[in-house]
């Protein structure tokens, strides 16, 4: 819902210039619906009236001061837009030449008017809303069917093997073995230095980097590799030691 501009801070400050006389927000509202060309405003005129006016009040709230700061720069930018030549570009049939001035404007009178109506519900004191209740679900209707016993044990034994849970088979992935993988390591470091990541695989999985980096550590601790980090997060380097690699397996 529009707010009426003279509810505005902006309707208070009255301008009178050649072509135009009233409100600040109704000569905004007239260049956004291009009723009013922006070529023939003098913004030098708009600036000095709107300061007499801000010097004519006791306490200027700092709002103002940022609404015309927003309103003057969007006249400012639309007055040079007009005036600077534009080079000549071809045009899509059948599609507009977008003005993302006018949208901006736009946009900035939506939230405008969004907080006026919220200032409004405060100053109504409606901060805030009551949740309704919310009405309890109707009981279910059990039809009740007079049998014999046998007939009711008959029933409830079906009705048991029809929600009987039936059994899940969990497919596992295989473990990975600290021992084989360490002798992984040692096996792809018997050409020398190597990348961790080279070492376990470009393409292992999480668990395969888990245990290969145990494995890492097992083989560092026993003095059969020793491994540098140049960065954090970065490749790490393993270097095989001078000792027989089938010596340092993770069993030994």
Known sequence: MPVDIRSTRLADCLITIEGFSGPLDLLLRLVEERRLPVTELSL??????????????EDAPLELVADFTVVAARLIALKARALLPRPAEPEAPGEPEPDDLIRQ???YQAFRDAAQELRLRELRGRRAYVRPAISPPSPARVKVIARDPASLLT????WHRRVEPRPVTLRLPPAISLRAMARRLLAGLRGGARTFRELVGRKADRRELAAGFLALLVLIRRGAVQA????????????PRARPWREATADD
């Open 155 to 158: 029933a409830l034994r079906r």
């Open 228 to 239: 540098e980090q140049e960065v954090p997060f970065g490749e790490i380097m393993v270097t």
């Open 105 to 107: 404007l736009k946009l």
């Open 44 to 57: 030098v005129e708009v600036t000095d009236q709107f300061l007499a006016h801000l010097a004519s009040l």
